[in-house]
């Protein structure tokens, strides 16, 4: 594969100025026509041919302003057409005709076929799956497409932007005309035919105009796409309200299809999406879903402004969009849900998924310099990383300003395909400052470290603070210069309020109110007239993307714990103890079982879990341990996953032990009733009453309370906490087994439901769930062309089970290596993503890592191997 470089990005010879497009479907195969009109871009050599990306398409004509092309003019392959001897000056148009095989695209990329349903996805390189183009995102253009289908087949057709025609052709076929008026490039292209269900609705934007909404599922299922509706009518009402954003076209349509390589797709006026993240109702769906429902339908609403009529002018600006449109809708759930429970989410999900990439091989900047596959670059890093990077411009330059500097980037480059640059210069012209350090963030890798050390002079009653920031070289390669870091902070006195404080600053830092802005290497900032020795609460709301290194008491944490007025940090100083006292306990010899908590974290844990002065949903963020992933990393060296499990394991049954009294109690008081209600208040007293059903469970090691709560559930959220305690802990009771055929037999009619079933199998940490997956690969049920269920089965072992993944043996990885050739041939994203769960191999003990690397070479060496199996798998070698 070829490396393209950020370097080498030059505008296109010739103007893409409209398309206009049919596409025939039929049983079988589709016909493509596209014209496209086309100008010589002033300045470009009268000379200069044209060149069009393609990738598997079979040319079937080319004509020129009417005339046929002579074939001495053009080369066509099925990956790129050249063509010669085009009009120096003046409009041109091109018509080329292409024959594709929807049925047979496995990739999932272009036009394909879930279940009879013509599809598209386009985003990144797609489009010239379906005809020649200049498929790269700064050829923007309107679009006026015609589909054809059969009527039977496709009653709706469905296009970007307005429907503007429709109507019957012969021999039951019909067709409709689509208009979509905003220039757009390719990636957000789309079309949809075939047999679905609507469900309508509209919503009036603040100006007044009437917007018609529509949800397609597929037959009998558009009841289960209410809340998603309801999510997106308040995506649309939250985007003017807080960003002064309306929506642009007459209609807004989402579809929902069972095969899709992620999680939806942000096309022009049509979103498609994956199901998973549309379909639900409580006997189905859990609570999580419900979120995870609410997150996507507002994320790709929102790339309608960030992403769609802004886009960006390559690829390297991904992170333009997406950490941008992460960021957007994080902040729209913290408004719609509760702040910092979403804040605790969201860091979690970062230190789980981007931190372990930043500190790996596959490393890479929030813009990266250069790729071989774009696909896998749709990343913790571009979208978590890019979206914490917005978040410290927006604590920088403050609220007012940041709104600012949105209205600017939105009033400049509307209808534009910008840059980093073009978006950080809205903020230094909003905010009069500068950001050029701040740019660093986009370039320099890794995480830095951000280390605190404290001095109390009691005599003087002056607290002392320093502050400094280093950064590791990875394999990244890139700069290592101080970067701006943002840190919040109080100084908690004993009262549980924040001490009014001036602080000197020496060093390169700004401070003001409660933010200190460290610019250099290092800074101490001084705080005189305390009353007292105050405890130091820093990094609030993780002010920064940083690993905190700040040697406390464990006094000071415990105090924090229970008097920081800023709930992040309340949890954060429980966390951390508890990560660091596992982390600690984990490195000791196997088999040395003295406990990983003290009896002091362990009250502290269970007093936080038993505050009813506090929201149940952040007491069970509370309970949650750290995972055992989370820990490996932490551990970072000669990391025993057995070890880990154990440490993580006896904590729990310690924890369900000395807090059974609490533990039962909140049971008692939040377990479900009989009502439904999705919102974030219900489902927080559900994870409250579940996470203590977990802990009893694992101190009585008896498996009645989640039999009990299994059968007698009224809903997916109780009755699936209550199977993966079952799975997990009890796995190979008779009980367990009956409640998990009992599941299936229920639940068997549904494919998302069933994807359940299988993660919760492939997730139980024991040895011989090798052996389980092993056979649930030869179910019926089990199939590698829809990636819902390979990422439930293959994708949930591989990254989800510590224990059977990393079996001393080399079996858990021999089998996953297997998998992902298979499933290369089929659908390289999804084996490209599978295959990154090998990147922290070196952190492994000797045994494992041998192993793992050595099923990394042999993958790597298979023949035939995907451009994008083979870029993960070589990237994590080094
Ligand atoms: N923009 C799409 C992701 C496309 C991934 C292409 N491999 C979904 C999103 O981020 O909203
Ligand atoms: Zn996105």
């Known amino acids: 594969g070829q490396t393209v470089r950020l370097v080498d990005y030059r505008p296109t010879d010739f103007v893409l100025l409209g398309v206009a497009m049919t596409l025939k479907l039929f049983e079988g195969r589709a016909e493509v026509l596209a014209r496209l009109s086309l100008e010589r871009r002033p300045g470009v050599s009268a000379n200069a041919p044209l060149h069009l990306d393609g990738d598997e398409l079979v040319l079937e004509s080319l004509v020129l302003d009417g005339a046929p092309l002579a074939p001495e003019t053009y080369e066509a392959t099925p990956d790129r057409l050249m063509v010669r001897g085009l009009p120096e000056s003046g409009r041109f148009e091109l018509a080329v005709e292409t024959r594709i095989a929807p049925e047979a695209n496995s990739k999932l990329m272009g036009l394909f076929r879930s279940n009879g349903i013509w599809c598209t996805q386009c985003e990144a390189e797609g489009f010239r799956r379906i005809t020649y183009f200049l498929d790269r995102p700064d050829v923007l253009a309107p679009y006026r497409v015609r589909i054809e289908a059969d009527k039977a ?17 012969a021999d039951g076929r019909h067709y409709a005309v689509w208009d979509d008026p905003f220039n757009k490039p390719s990636y957000l292209f789309a079309v949809v035919a075939g047999d679905l269900d609507l469900l309508a609705d509209e919503f009036v934007t603040m100006s007044g105009r009437k917007v018609t909404l529509g949800i397609y599922t597929e037959k009998g299922r558009s009841e289960q796409a209410g809340y998603a509706m309801d999510a997106l009518k308040r995506s649309m009402a939250w985007d003017e309200r807080r960003f002064g954003r309306e929506y642009d076209l007459d209609v807004f349509n989402v579809v929902a299809i069972a095969d899709f390589n992620m999680g939806a797709m942000e096309n022009k006026g049509l979103n498609v999406f994956n199901h998973k993240y549309v379909l639900l109702d409580p006997d189905i769906a859990t609570d999580t879903d419900y979120a995870g429902v609410e997150t996507v339908i507002a994320h790709e609403y929102f790339h309608n402004w960030t992403g769609n009529r802004i886009t960006c002018r390559d690829w390297f600006q991904l ?17 719609e849900r509760e702040r910092t429970v979403q804040r605790i989410g969201s860091v979690r999900r970062l230190k789980a998924h981007q931190f372990p990439e930043d500190q790996g091989p596959l490393q890479h900047p929030v813009r990266p310099a250069e790729y071989r596959e774009i696909n896998n670059f749709y990343t913790a890093t571009v979208y978590d990383k890019g979206a914490e990077l917005v978040r410290m411009i927006a604590t920088i330059v403050g609220p007012q300003d940041f709104r600012k500097g949105m209205d600017l980037y939105f009033e400049r480059h509307d209808g534009e395909a910008a840059t980093i640059e073009d978006f950080i210069t809205c903020f230094e012209d909003a905010a009069k400052t500068d950001l050029s350090q701040f740019a660093l963030w986009y370039a320099q890798a890794g995480t830095p470290t951000l280390t605190v050390t404290e001095s109390w002079d009691a005599k003087a009653r002056r607290h002392e603070v320093t502050l400094r920031q280093s950064l ?26 924040d001490s009014v404080a001036d602080g000197q600053v020496a060093g390169s830092a700004k401070l003001k109110d409660d933010l200190i802005v460290l610019t250099g290497r290092e800074a101490t900032i001084t705080f005189n007239d305390l009353p007292d020795r105050p405890y130091l609460s820093i990094l609030r709301d993780f002010s920064a993307p940083v690993t905190l290194d700040h040697e406390q008491s464990e006094a000071a ?9 800023n709930l992040f940090n309340r949890w954060r100083a429980l966390d951390d103890l508890v990560a660091e006292a596992m982390t600690t306990a984990a490195k000791r010899a196997p088999g040395d079982t003295s406990p990983a908590l003290k009896p002091v974290v362990i009250e502290a844990l269970i007093a936080l879990a038993g505050d009813d002065g506090l929201d149940p949903a952040f007491r069970a963020q509370g309970l949650a341990l750290p995972g055992e992933s989370d820990i490996a990393r932490q551990i970072a060296e000669n990391v025993d996953p ?14 369900g032990t000395a807090g059974h009294a609490v533990l039962e109690r909140l049971r008692d008081e939040f377990a479900s009733s009989k009502e439904f209600s999705p919102d974030a208040a219900s489902a927080g007293r559900r994870a409250l009453s579940n996470a203590a059903l977990g802990y009893i469970s694992a101190a009585t090691r008896d498996p009645g309370p989640a039999i009990a709560q299994y059968q007698s559930a009224t809903n997916m959220t109780d009755r699936s906490a209550a199977l993966a305690i079952l799975a997990h802990r009890f796995p190979g009771d008779p009980q367990t087994e009956r409640a998990l055929d009992d599941f299936y037999r229920r639940y068997e009619a549904d494919d998302l439901v069933l994807d359940k079933w299988f993660t919760l199998q492939a997730t139980a940490p024991a040895h011989d769930t090798l052996e389980t997956v092993k056979r649930l690969a030869a179910h019926p049920r089990f199939t590698m062309r829809n990636p819902n269920r390979v990422r439930a089965l293959v994708g949930a072992f591989a990254a989800a089970n510590q224990v059977a993944f990393h079996r001393a043996d080399g079996a858990g990885y021999e089998w996953v290596a297997e998998k992902l050739v298979a499933l ?19 952190s492994f003990e000797p045994g494992r890592r041998a192993k793992l690397e050595q099923t990394l070479r042999q993958v790597s060496e298979t023949k035939g191997l995907s451009k994008d199996l083979q870029d993960i798998v070589d990237r994590s070698l080094k």
């Open 557 to 565: 944490r415990l105090a924090l714990a229970r008097l920081d007025p």
């Open 824 to 842: 290369d041939g089929i659908n390289p994203q999804v084996s490209a993503r599978t295959a990154t769960t090998f990147r922290a191999w070196r």
């Open 319 to 335: 992170c333009l969009k997406e950490g941008l449109t992460v960021f957007r809708d994080q902040e729209f759930s913290a408004d």
């Open 153 to 169: 087949a496709a009653p709706v057709l469905l296009g970007n932007g307005n429907p503007v025609d429709s109507g019957e052709l």
């Open 472 to 497: 590791a070289r990875g394999t990244a390669g890139t700069g290592l210069e101080p970067m701006v870091l943002p840190v919040r902070f109080g100084l908690v006195g004993g009262n549980g309020e």
């Open 642 to 655: 057995d070890r880990v499990h154990e440490v993580v394991d006896a904590a729990r049954a310690a924890i």
